[in-house]
């Protein structure tokens, strides 16, 4: 009996010594690539690395905008030359030309001309005609983009646009110096779309809310770790005319207008943030039959397709991790 008492004492002093207190957690929102974003960390120097990856992000955002002058993909966009690139945007124009071939160009880096006529670059949004449209198609066309190690070129009046990925590469990266930097618990939201760096220190899932892209409510929570979680909706960025039409953000770059087939939004969830967003992007454009064949045909991610009249479609393991805010009806795909 003593000897038992004595086994109890030791292995609860064991349990003790090995248990190091979980430093507090420490949050921070920041306002970077035109969004609001923010990090969760369990660390004793949060705020040393809070800094480092907000500087991080600066450098892609300056990397990346398409209305930076100094940046690479504005140089890129306004020379027709050869352009010399750093390693981060050429890695970037190498995956989006590799996920606009997967999805047959339904994702496509070259619709930055499209989307400029209908002002979604400058925020003055017109409906363009059929005409304008037609003359534009042209040049949006991602297999005549030219990547030779880090030099791009592009035909005349070509112009590449990275909004539709460049959020999920941030994510990649940010996990990337992270983990680098020891750290096995953290969790990224770039503007909605979620890195989740390992699980909370306890050991359970991170709680990310899924949007609802009727209200401001929520469609329900998703219990995550070590996944990121990428949503593309139209209720993100639109207008609406005079006429009382809403026109979306994301373009079909087929026809030049924004996609409407019904999807209200698409939410991919995967291990890799630059997938994810390339592929809620071009699932969305898909609408919801193709996605699914794409996701049969192609596998490797989750995905939560909502459509316009308001219900919840989720592959077997999104539905698992998935629980609906009540009144939502959902339904699995097989
Ligand atoms: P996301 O929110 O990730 O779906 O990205 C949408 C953004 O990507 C838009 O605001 C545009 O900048 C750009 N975009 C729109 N349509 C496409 C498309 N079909 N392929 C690639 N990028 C697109
Ligand atoms: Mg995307």
Known sequence: MKKRILYLFISFTVLISGCKAVPEKTTQTFFAMNTY????????????????????????????????????????????????????????????????????????????????????????????????????????????????????????????????????????????????????????????????????????DWEIGLRSPFSDGLAGILEVSDLSVITSGNYERFFIDESGVRYGHIIDPETGYPADNGMASVTVIGNEGRECDALSTALYVMGYEKAVEYWHNNGGFDMILISENGNIFLTPYAAEIFTPESGWNTEIIS
């Open 37 to 204: 974003m923010s990090i969760t960390l369990y660390e004793e120097n949060s705020a040393e690395i809070i800094g480092k990856t907000i500087n991080i992000i600066s450098e892609l955002e300056h990397l990346w905008s398409v209305t930076d002058e100094n940046s690479e993909i504005y140089a890129i966009n306004n020379s027709f030359q050869p352009v010399y690139v750093s390693d981060y945007t050429a890695d970037l124009i190498d995956f989006s030309l590799d996920m606009a071939e997967k999805t047959e160009g339904k994702f496509d880096p070259t619709i930055y001309p499209v989307l400029t006529a209908w002002g979604f670059t400058t925020g003055e949004n017109r409906v363009p005609d059929k005409k304008e449209l037609s003359a534009l198609l042209p040049l949006v066309d991602y297999s005549k983009v030219i990547l030779e190690g880090n030099t791009v070129t592009l035909s005349e009046n070509m112009a590449l646009d990275s909004g539709a990925v460049a959020k999920g590469f941030t994510g990649d990266i940010v996990e990337s110096f992270l983990k680098e930097q020891g750290i096995t618990s953290a969790l990224l939201d770039v503007g909605g779309n979620i890195q989740a760096i390992g699980s909370k220190p306890d050991g359970t």
